[in-house]
């Protein structure tokens, strides 16, 4: 059975820093492309920020350049999420992503992330 497990959400402060992971199993990690998306109250799911397998290279959506970071502990079949300088407009339900480059892809159920002060 496929699963994308997150956790570390939370209600944080302004300025404050998160720290998301996903655990995945049922699948070959190391095989897949393990994004993090948001999806906020009222809006489309958007992408966050990416790794790619073919060449390990890491995308990030405009919004968190420069205060989020992915990383993936293939060991541990885990992707993180470190968000630092968090802002209001990150308030949103945050999903682990994974993607097989082909027709396979898995949703997690999402960790909630709250920032208010």
């Known amino acids: 059975e496929v699963q994308l497990v997150e956790s570390g959400g939370g209600l944080v402060q302004p300025g404050g820093s998160l720290r998301l992971s996903c655990v995945a199993s049922g699948f070959v990690f190391s095989g897949y492309a393990m994004s993090w998306y948001r999806q906020p109250p009222g809006k489309k799911r958007e992408l966050v920020a990416g790794i790619r397998r073919a060449d390990g290279g890491i995308e990030y959506g405009d919004a968190v350049k420069g205060r989020f970071i992915i990383d993936s502990d293939d060991a541990h079949n885990t992707v993180y999420l470190e968000m630092n300088l968090l802002r209001p407009d990150a308030t949103a339900k945050y999903y682990c992503?994974?993607?097989?480059?082909?027709?396979?892809?898995?949703w997690g159920q999402g960790t909630q992330v709250t920032v208010a002060s």
């Open positions: 992503h994974a993607w097989n480059y082909g027709q396979l892809n898995y």
